[in-house]
Structures are given as C-alpha cells and as structure tokens.
C-alpha cells in the first residue's frame, strides 16, 4: 500500500540545487551531517554538538531526529509531496524508488551537508499550482515538520486523486 508523505526541502542557499538534483534520483534531506545518521540516536546527538554547534536542549535534538527518522519508514512506491516546489506557488510529487540511505560523501562540494538521500524516480515528478488545490494547500498548514507522514483522510484523498 503506498504511503503518502509531506517533505520540505531546505530553505537556504542549496535550494535550487535540491530541487535540480531530483532530476537525477535523488532527494536530499538537511540536518544530515557527518555522523548524523539516523540508526543511532547518541551517535546523530553527538554529531548535532560538533556540527551544528546551536543551543538546543536535548529534548529539541530528540523531536529532530524523530522527525527525521519518516525518511527511514519511506518504501519504494511511496508518494512524496513537496511544498513549494519548484518554486512558492506550486507543489510536487515524486515517488521512492529505493530506501533511503545515508551518504558518507555530501551531495554538494560546498557544503558538509546533505547526506541523506533518498531516491526517487524522475519519471514521477509532477509539479502542480497549490492555489488549484485548496485541500492540499490547507494540508500543508497542518503538516509543519520537516518531515511528515499523512493521515488526514481527506488530504490522502485529494493527493491520491493526482496520482491516478
């Protein structure tokens, strides 16, 4: 059965860059850097510490990686839904064609981040307008964390139907 998932894609200056490299089957997560693999949650504390160096307390670190730790349960087959991309006023869905996996090389030479990946099928991709999506723009208000599997029945729904 597929599982349909909210993902949000980094922010910063690697942006463009993310969304460019699904073209090639991969997705890449932030908050992924040297050590910070998510089968060890002492291991991807520690990494936070000496990567990241932000003040958070350790229940903060734990939510992460919680959140973090969807990108694992994602099968082959499953639906990713992508707000703001390519751009603020569309939305995109790819679908997993392999589970995820941590990289001990980072997708970009200029930056330490961005090691986990998740392969997609560029095949899939399918950009949409959110403002023709009332439903599914509601959903993303709904869906905050970086990661984010869906539930809502109505929302399954409405993604489902742009799958068909």
Do not use: C
């Amino acid at each position: 059965m597929t599982t349909f998932y909210i993902q949000r894609l980094n922010t910063g200056p690697h942006r463009q860059a993310i969304i460019d490299l699904m073209a090639t089957g991969k997705l890449v997560q932030g908050f992924s850097y040297p050590g910070m693999t998510l089968d060890d949650y002492d291991q991807f504390h520690d990494a936070w510490h000496q990567q990241l160096k932000w003040d958070l307390t350790d229940d903060e670190i734990h939510r992460h990686f919680l959140t973090l730790q969807l990108l694992k349960a994602y099968q082959p087959g499953d639906v990713l839904v992508l707000p703001k991309v390519p751009d603020s006023n569309h939305f995109r869905l790819v679908t997993v064609s392999a589970p995820y996996y941590f990289s001990e090389t980072p997708a970009f030479q200029d930056s330490n981040e961005f090691r986990s990946v998740v392969p997609v099928d560029p095949a899939t991709i399918q950009d949409f307008a959110i403002a023709d999506y009332p439903i599914i723009r509601a959903g993303f208000k709904t869906h905050r964390r970086n990661v984010n599997r869906i539930k809502d029945a109505t929302l399954l729904d409405a993604i489902a139907a742009l799958t068909h």
